[in-house]
């Protein structure tokens, strides 16, 4: 079966989170992603965090499948001819160096266009034009710098950092809207163009949520779904809300059977207006349906931390899942707060490839995340990741090298 991206080639410069995340979606939409690494060393993620010595770390193998690796000292004279004869067969060239690294070994945006008008150069950066252009970034940095961290954790603790990686590995998915659009526009206009994802703007844009909340806090000094209301004070900007619920409708997370042993046993759970009445039921607080204090979203407001301690002595007569079998009888909102391991073991998500077994070479058999995007028409295999520089001689043999020179170039430590 066909895919989306057939014919596609990327020339993958990227390394560590971002960028593979980015150019590994490309991969699974059908493009072909020739990773380009350091003779010797290749992405540093290969050796970060490993659990098998001498292994390719599951960092690096969960990024990187469905690519082909190749190794080329673009430091090297000779090394740089081959990554020209690159860019002159490839559509699109990702990176996420510090900036300024590529225009350091001499491929400049200007260099790039004369070699291929029609190539994209694709980047993630920390930050966009401005005081901290200059600056290397890692995920927590972008969380922090983005408005994530501000705006998470509890009002009387610090700033906190998400287990979600929205710095890197959202910025990655940014970066590949950005590259596929500019795909198309490529195809009215012949033209290659830069695509730009800055970290922070990533982050930033995740958080949309918190500066509406800004603009709502400056003109009426109060927000008053936020846990805040209506005993604590507001300052000038917005504070962390802990567990509540980003929208309209209010909710936070309880407790569930098991909570005093198990880190997990809690359910997410949601007063939405329309379903209040089937809630009052359920937890069998049948008068607050019709009671004038509770009965309304905008009555329930100053009660919301008396609600939730109610619905909570229900929820903890009930395991997690007991909780949303029966929350879900009645349309009530809610999730349970699953663990890694039971995600890991979840059937569905294996039926639906969302989670997918993948064997290794050297590493055997690991677990991955797969194509969270499913398309009807380019179905998503996963194939494991390249080992360092395993495509090496096959990219070379079409970029039209023969056995000798490819010999000869790796003698002189070009590839
Ligand atoms: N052959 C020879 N040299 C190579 C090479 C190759 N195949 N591939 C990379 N290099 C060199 C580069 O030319 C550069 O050298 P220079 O500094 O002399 O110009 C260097 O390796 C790459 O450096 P850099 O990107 O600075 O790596 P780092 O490990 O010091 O920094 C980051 C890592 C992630 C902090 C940095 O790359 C960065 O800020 N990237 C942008 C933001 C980002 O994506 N962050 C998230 C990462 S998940």
Not at 282 to 297: C, F
Request: charged residues 25%.
């Amino acid at each position: 079966m066909s895919k989306a991206l057939d014919g596609v080639r990327i020339l993958d410069f990227t390394h560590v989170q971002s960028g593979p995340t980015c150019t590994q979606l490309l991969a699974w939409f059908g493009a072909d992603v020739i990773k380009v690494e350091r003779a010797g060393a290749g992405d540093i993620t290969r050796e970060q965090l490993r659990d098998i010595p001498d292994v390719d770390s599951l960092y690096f193998t969960m990024l990187n499948h469905n690519k082909r690796s190749v190794t080329i000292d673009t430091k090297n004279p000779e090394g740089k001819l081959v990554l020209e004869a690159l860019i002159q067969k490839c559509d699109v060239l990702v990176e996420n160096f510090a900036p300024g690294a590529l225009d350091r070994m001499g491929f400049t945006w200007e260099r790039i266009q004369e070699l291929n008008p029609r190539m994209i150069v694709a980047s993630v950066k920390g930050f966009g034009p401005g005081p901290y252009e200059d600056c290397k970034v890692y995920e927590n940095v972008a969380q922090c710098a983005g408005g994530a961290a501000s705006t998470t954790g509890f009002d009387d603790g610090p700033p906190v950092v998400t287990g979600a990686q929205i710095g890197d590995s959202g910025t990655g998915l940014h970066l590949a809207l950005g590259i596929v659009t500019a795909l198309y526009q490529r195809t009215q206009t012949g033209r290659g163009q830069k695509v730009l994802a800055a970290m922070q703007d990533g982050v930033l844009n995740l958080c949309r949520v918190k500066l509406r909340d800004q603009q709502r806090l400056e003109r009426t000094g109060t927000m008053k779904e936020y846990p805040q209301y209506p005993n604590g004070t507001f300052g000038e900007a917005v504070p962390r809300a802990g567990n509540a619920s980003g929208g309209g409708q209010p909710g936070w997370i309880l407790k569930c059977k098991g909570w005093e042993t198990d880190p997990n046993a809690y359910i997410y759970f949601i007063t939405q207006a329309p379903v209040w009445a089937k809630i009052c039921n359920v937890i069998g607080k049948e008068e607050w349906a019709t009671d004038p204090n509770y009965a309304t979203p905008a009555a329930r407001l100053p009660h919301l931390k008396d609600i939730f301690a109610e619905i909570e002595r229900w929820t903890m007569t009930k395991t997690k899942f007991e909780a949303m079998q029966i929350l879900n009888k009645y349309d009530i909102p809610c999730g349970p707060i699953l663990s890694m391991k039971e995600i890991a073991e979840e059937p569905s998500l294996r039926k639906t490839g969302t989670i997918v077994e993948v064997d290794h070479p050297t590493r055997g058999k690991y677990l991955t995340v797969g194509n969270p995007i499913k398309l009807s028409d380019s179905p998503t295999e996963v194939k494991r990741s390249p080992l360092l520089g395993e495509h090496t001689d096959e990219v070379m043999a079409e970029l039209g090298y023969s056995p000798e020179q490819i010999n000869a170039l790796r003698t002189a430590g070009a590839i």
